[in-house]
């Protein structure tokens, strides 16, 4: 980490403590204009997520009491209804939104009891191949095969299958250097190589190492009957395309049919037509114009990202901020985010977030 991004995070973290701890963050609230804080999780830690690096859970009771101080200071809602609300300027206080990725089991076993116990609703955007076909995207492969495999090995073996050699030269380069870790490789693979030479690959090297797709999903990912007990329980189910592809890389049509070919899916499974949608990966580089207005076109009301911020009303609805929440979540700093206290810093120019 740079110095320069060092000095940041210590600033941040100080301004955040400083809200958080002398109760400052009240009155930064009240002087804020209205705002809609939404986070951005995958699953809260169970046996089904095992396989997930740690950047994609949360502690249930770490969540718990994440919603727990938001929901004693503001609304707290699923995406859709936040939206509408701060759109039309109804209600009063700021709004705070959980929403959680992909679709993930625990999300009825382990995220629904929570949810309950606190009285608060949330926003699941699912990928609906994993619903429709019981076949999980490359990021599991890639999980399933470094939980049997050590980085070294899987990348000897997946270099000979895949016919992509500058991505092979580029994934090589992590071994002598001693970082062939789960993260590089998700981020080459995710960037370096050409995506249906990655997908057959790793559906090759899964296979060989005795994996199952379709074993693979159901441990993972809910069905349509635990998303039907989600809706009735009333947490929104929004729109996460069907195969959580890079929309960016795409050509128009193909962006359309990943994210026309999930909303039509949603509709039919759930008897509703989703009006949320989530860029998969989210980052400003993952997605762009088209994905925008493929997703206006289809007949989402929103779209989230995963760059940090709030939403006020007037804001762009298709590039909605989240903030990200894993293992390493910290109660202060959401709290600073909420309050509005990283978009006072923001209006002067200073960015500590993130
Ligand atoms: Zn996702």
Not at 23 to 38: F, I, S, T
Not at 124 to 147: M, Q, S
Not at 293 to 298: E, F, G, V, Y
Request: charged share 25%.
């Amino acid at each position: 980490m740079g110095l320069k991004h060092r000095i940041k995070r210590a600033a941040g973290e100080a301004w955040a403590r400083l809200l958080f701890h002398t109760g400052l963050h009240a009155l930064v609230n009240r002087l804020m204009p209205r705002r809609m804080l939404v986070l951005a999780g995958h699953c809260v830690t169970a046996p089904t997520c095992a396989s997930l690096p740690k950047d994609m859970k949360i502690r249930g009771e770490d969540l718990e009491r994440i919603l727990a101080w938001l929901a004693r200071r503001y609304d707290v809602l699923p995406i859709g209804e936040g939206v509408r609300r701060i759109e039309s300027a109804t209600g009063k206080r700021s709004i705070a939104v959980l929403t959680m990725d992909d679709g993930y089991r625990d999300n009825r076993t382990h995220l629904l009891p929570i949810l309950e116990r606190v009285g608060v609703g949330a926003t699941v955007y699912l990928e609906t191949r994993p619903l429709d076909e019981r076949r999980a995207n490359w990021t599991h492969k890639l999980f399933g095969c470094l939980e049997r495999v050590e980085p070294e090995a899987f990348i000897h073996r997946f270099t000979e299958i895949a016919r992509d050699k500058k991505g092979g030269i580029v994934l090589n380069q992590l071994v002598p250097h001693s970082e062939a870790t789960t993260y590089n490789i998700k981020r080459l693979l995710k960037y370096e190589f050409d995506p249906a030479e990655r997908d057959r690959a790793l559906d090759v090297l899964f296979a060989e190492l005795g994996g199952d797709d379709r074993a693979l999903t159901d441990a993972l990912y809910m069905t349509w009957d635990d998303a039907r007990a989600l809706q009735a329980a009333g947490v929104e189910l929004g729109g996460h395309t069907v195969t959580h592809p890079i929309l960016s890389k795409l050509a128009p049509e193909a962006q359309r049919a990943e994210i026309e070919g999930c909303h039509a899916s949603l509709a039919r499974g759930l008897g509703q037509a989703p009006v949320s949608f989530a860029y998969p990966f989210g980052r400003k580089w993952d997605f762009d114009a088209q994905s925008a207005s493929a997703a206006r076109a289809a007949g989402f009301t929103s779209s989230t990202t995963t760059h940090p911020g709030v939403h006020e009303r007037g804001g762009d609805l298709y590039r909605i901020p989240r903030v990200m929440i894993d293992e390493d979540a910290q109660l202060h700093r959401i709290a600073a985010e909420a309050c509005g206290g990283f978009q006072l810093l923001r209006r002067i120019g200073i960015n500590l977030a993130g």
